[in-house]
């Protein structure tokens, strides 16, 4: 079967650091997407994983182990603005989608 | 400006008719996808097109349809069939089709609401 797994909710502060997990168990695997919600809004993409380690862009980090079937999506210095639902994506034969995390930051 | 259309932002029906969502891109992208969010749950895959004249089923396919006469437009049809309807629906597109690793850009979603 195909599962992935993430956090429903999470809260944090303002300019704090948080690290958004997302587990995977998947037949195939081609990379992990990650995307940002706003609600009510089309998901936008943050990155993209094929390799394992950890790609760095601007705030946002992405990381991944596919022996461990685990990513993780990083968020430094946060901002009002970051709140929002964040998609784990497994690309296989298809994209399939984690439930997402609710992220809300408070200041 | 590039990027894909939704139209309308709302949408309501009233049960056993049949309501037709549009989606158009002018990214030039091959492929073209209709997904599904419920609270709560992933995003779920209905249809998708890789090329025009040709589409395949996702995850949910039954009680919609679609078609893809040209490669800019990909509108799917919510049918009587489908016993659930009311959801938020997004529309979304690539340069190449499932399984590569060019990323979906959405388009903005229709909600849609049947009483």
Redesign the interface.
Known sequence: GQNIDQPTEMTATEGAIVQINCTYQTSGFNGLFWYQQHAGEAPTFLSYNVLDGLEEKGRFSSFLSRSKGYSYLLLKELQMKDSASYLCAVNTDKLIFGTGTRLQVFP | DGG?TQSPKYLFRKEGQNVTLSCEQNLNHDAMYW?RQDP??????IY?SQIVNDFQK?DIAEGYSVSREKKESFPLTVTSAQKNPTA?Y?CASSIRG????Y???????T?LTVT
């Open positions: 894909i997904y709560g749950q992933g995003l779920r895959l998708y996702g938020f997004l499932q399984g590569t690793s990323e979906q850009y959405f388009g903005p979603g909600r």
